[in-house]
T-cell receptor
Framework: AQTVTQSQPEMSVQEAETVTLSCTYD???????LFWYKQPPSRQMILVIR??????QNATENRFSVNFQKAAKSFSLKISDSQLGDTAMYFC????????????FGAGTRLTVKP | GAVVSQHPSRVICKSGTSVKIECRSL??????MFWYRQFPKQSLMLMAT?????????EQGVEKDKFLINHASLTLSTLTVTSAHPEDSSFYIC???????????????FGDGTRLSIL
C-alpha cells in the first residue's frame, strides 16, 4: 500500500516571501504520479501542480514549483512570492499508474500567509 | 472545463433520516467517481470508488449497507447515507475522472463538498 506523509501540520509565511511544504511517500511502484492540491476555507479542492514520476524535470506552474527526488521519495512544493490568497490547506497526493486513477492523500499542511 | 457539481452543499437532518448526495460531471463524462469523507482539520479519506454500470468498490472499514452508492450514468453518482446518526456527521466530497483518461496522469476533479450534520 502507498502512504503519503506530510510532516508539517502548520506553516506560516510573510506575504511576498517563499515557503516550501514537504511531502514524502512510500511505494514499491515505479510508474506513478504526484499532485499537490489546495483546499482554501471554501473547502473546494483545487489542483495546484502535478508531476509524472518518469520525468526528471521538476514541474512548475507560475509561482508554484516542486522538488521531486524520486530516489528519496520526496515531493516538496515551493511557493514563491506568497500571496494572501495562498492561505489554505495543502494536500500532497499519490496516484499509481494504472486503470483506476485512485489517489491517496497526505494529512495536509495548513499554510497561513501573513500580511 | 471539467466541472463537478455536488448537491446539496449543506444538509441538516434528524437522526434516522436517509440522506442522498449527488455528484454530477457537468461538461464531461466520468468513467469513475470517488467518494471521500473529511473530518475537521483532517485529510480526505477514500470511502469508495464508483464505476458506471457496476457495483462500487468500498474501502476497508466502510459499511456498504450504510453508504449506498449508485453510478447510474456517466455523469451522475449518488451517495445515500442510510439511517444517518450523529457520528455520520462529516464533510463528504466527490470527485470524477474524465472518460478515456484511465491509465493516464489525469487528476481527479472535485466537487465542492457536502457538509452533513445529523442532529
Amino acid at each position: 500500500a502507498q502512504t503519503v506523509t506530510q510532516s508539517q501540520p502548520e506553516m506560516s509565511v510573510q506575504e511576498a516571501e517563499t515557503v516550501t511544504l514537504s511531502c514524502t511517500y512510500d511505494t514499491s511502484e515505479s510508474n506513478y504520479y504526484l499532485f499537490w492540491y489546495k483546499q482554501p476555507p471554501s473547502r473546494q479542492m483545487i489542483l495546484v501542480i502535478r508531476q509524472e514520476a518518469y520525468k526528471q524535470q521538476n514541474a512548475t506552474e507560475n509561482r508554484f514549483s516542486v522538488n521531486f527526488q524520486k530516489a528519496a521519495k520526496s515531493f516538496s512544493l515551493k511557493i514563491s512570492d506568497s500571496q494572501l490568497g495562498d492561505t489554505a490547506m495543502y494536500f500532497c497526493a499519490f496516484m499509481k499508474r494504472g486503470n483506476n486513477n485512485d489517489m491517496r492523500f497526505g494529512a495536509g499542511t495548513r499554510l497561513t500567509v501573513k500580511p | 472545463g471539467a466541472v463537478v457539481s455536488q448537491h446539496p452543499s449543506r444538509v441538516i437532518c434528524k437522526s434516522g433520516t436517509s440522506v442522498k448526495i449527488e455528484c454530477r460531471s457537468l461538461d464531461f463524462q466520468a468513467t469513475t467517481m470517488f467518494w471521500y469523507r473529511q473530518f475537521p482539520k483532517q485529510s480526505l479519506m477514500l470511502m469508495a470508488t464508483s464505476n458506471e454500470g457496476s457495483k462500487a468498490t468500498y474501502e476497508q472499514g466502510v459499511e456498504k449497507d450504510k453508504f449506498l452508492i449508485n453510478h447510474a450514468s456517466l455523469t451522475l453518482s449518488t451517495l445515500t447515507v442510510t439511517s444517518a446518526h450523529p457520528e455520520d456527521s462529516s464533510f463528504y466530497i466527490c470527485s470524477a475522472v474524465i472518460l478515456g483518461t484511465r491509465a493516464t496522469n489525469q487528476p481527479q476533479h472535485f466537487g465542492d463538498g457536502t457538509r452533513l450534520s445529523i442532529l
